[in-house]
């Protein structure tokens, strides 16, 4: 916790000012009545908690961050506990003042020991709450559309209570299975442990990598890893197909415990039969608690529940992920990126900057320097080259500088709080308004000179 943070319960002082918290943060991503919203919550603590419209509430818990005692609310979170054993953040809220200073973990860290999980919902727009989620151990488990305003994608995001290492992962190793007696100990482990499916009497597996290429014909060639420890023990392994259309199939995975299999998953992504995959790599578990739980930390995509594919009592998840996927950790934060689009540029490069600390010493000030020097740049790309065929220019180079200028004017727009894209649609309204159509076309002149 910051030690500049203070943490107290709400007091009837903080109300107005909590309303122009809850206005300012939730009305761009959210509809509904937020001023009634705080109200409920408010009844709720002269209750202590009690939520008379909360059908699966317990209770109702809210705190403030201050920098002093009683002083000015810097932050705000409420969390609804829930009869499950869950508690939903709704919502939490820093100041713009205050962000990136701890304050928002100090009020995540509010949260009951008793609770095994919590979650919430959080507008795929906001980039800088996702990206906190995310950095606290919060794991994106779905998006849900048109839920609280239409033409919005919410991302729900959930942190257990429940985190597990392995104390030892270091004495093991992956490696490929390349002579019979290796191939032994696999087809005896998957007898003893968890597996996704049993493996078939008869089950033939290379003793050498995948081939990168099309098998012609269509053999399915197999080839299987084991991970071992100095001793002999082992954790669990996995078996490699190759499918038509440059795909990979986990076929079998095997594993010891929950820590095993997120052990596996892990180093599956070091292998050449998954570096090298053109397509997608899959696979069919059971859809379990755990399994879930593990797949989504690791951020596979669920493609599919299919019922009664191994057996007709249990329910088959296809999960699916790629080398080249977002959806596989990179530097421990999410980034959320599936179809490259500007929502999830601007969350990747939000998480690149936060990773790496950067935003500690921007500034303002220190941002436009840098937006006016990338524009330096760009122009000396262009000098003299007015007459230069538009084809014959270095675009490549000249692309990468206009990149640097929109980063630089994205991050000045975070440090100031600036939402750019509602504030180039209103731009743009204000446009149109001083530049009638019947006025303007045709013409370069300013708006005070159109006739």
């Known amino acids: 916790m910051n030690d500049d943070v203070i943490i107290e319960q709400p007091k009837e002082s903080d109300i107005e000012a909590l309303r122009g918290l809850f206005s ?9 009545d937020h001023d009634a919203h705080l109200s409920r919550l408010i009844e709720a603590y002269h209750a202590d908690g009690y939520d008379t419209n909360g059908f699966n509430s317990l209770a109702q818990v809210g705190y403030v961050a201050r920098h002093t005692p009683g002083g000015h609310p810097i932050g705000y979170i409420n969390l609804a506990i829930k009869r499950h054993g869950t508690a939903k953040v709704s919502p939490l809220i820093v100041d713009p003042s205050a962000r990136r200073k701890g304050v928002g973990e100090a009020l995540l860290n509010t949260a009951p020991n008793n609770v095994r999980m919590l979650y919430c919902t959080v507008s795929q727009d906001n980039i800088e709450a996702c990206t906190f989620f995310i950095r606290q151990g919060f794991v994106k488990v779905g998006e849900i559309h048109d839920q609280y305003r239409r033409g919005k994608t919410e991302l729900l995001l959930q942190r257990t209570s429940s985190h597990h290492h392995l104390n030892n992962a270091a004495s093991y190793e992956l490696v490929r299975v390349s002579e019979p007696k290796q191939w032994r100990q696999f087809t005896e482990i998957s007898e003893s442990m ?15 990598p995948l081939r990168t290429e099309t098998d012609p014909i269509n053999r399915k060639t197999k080839t299987a890893y084991i991970s071992v420890s100095p001793n002999g023990q082992s954790l669990g392994g996995f ?27 892990t180093e599956l992504t070091k292998v050449d039969e998954f570096r090298e995959t053109v397509g997608r790599v899959y696979v069919h578990v059971p859809a379990e608690l755990i399994n879930t739980r593990i797949f989504q930390k690791h951020r596979w995509r669920l493609d599919a529940l299919i019922p009664g594919l191994h057996n007709e009592h249990e329910v088959a998840a296809q999960w699916s992920t790629s080398p080249t996927s977002d959806n596989v950790a990179i530097e421990g934060v999410s ?19 936060t990773a790496r600390q950067w935003d500690a010493f921007e500034t303002p000030q220190e941002l436009l320097v840098s937006l006016m020097a990338e524009v330096g740049e760009l122009a000396e790309e262009l000098q003299w080259k007015s007459r230069t065929f538009t084809r014959d220019l270095d675009r490549g180079r000249i692309g990468a500088e206009i990149v640097d200028i929109y980063n630089y004017l994205l991050r000045l727009s975070w440090h100031i709080d600036i939402n750019l894209l509602e504030t180039a649609f209103l731009k743009l309204a204000r446009i149109k308004e001083k530049y009638p159509l019947e006025k303007a076309r045709g013409t370069a002149k300013k708006y005070t000179e159109l006739e």
Not at 24 to 32: K, M, Q, S, V
Not at 240 to 262: F, R, Y
Not at 338 to 349: C, D, K
Request: hydrophobic content about 35%; aromatic content about 10%.
């Open 239 to 265: 078996i490699l197909s190759k499918k038509k259309g440059g795909s990979t199939k986990l076929s079998t995975i095997v594993w010891a415990n929950e820590d095993a299999l997120s052990y596996l998953l």
């Open 335 to 353: 980034t959320f990126m599936e179809p490259q689009n500007w929502t999830n540029y601007h969350r990747a490069l939000r998480e690149v900057i």
């Open 24 to 32: 300012r943060a939730l009305a761009p991503h959210y509809d509904g």
């Open 194 to 208: 968890h597996v996704n499916q049993p493996l078939p009497t008869v089950t033939t597996v290379t003793y050498s």
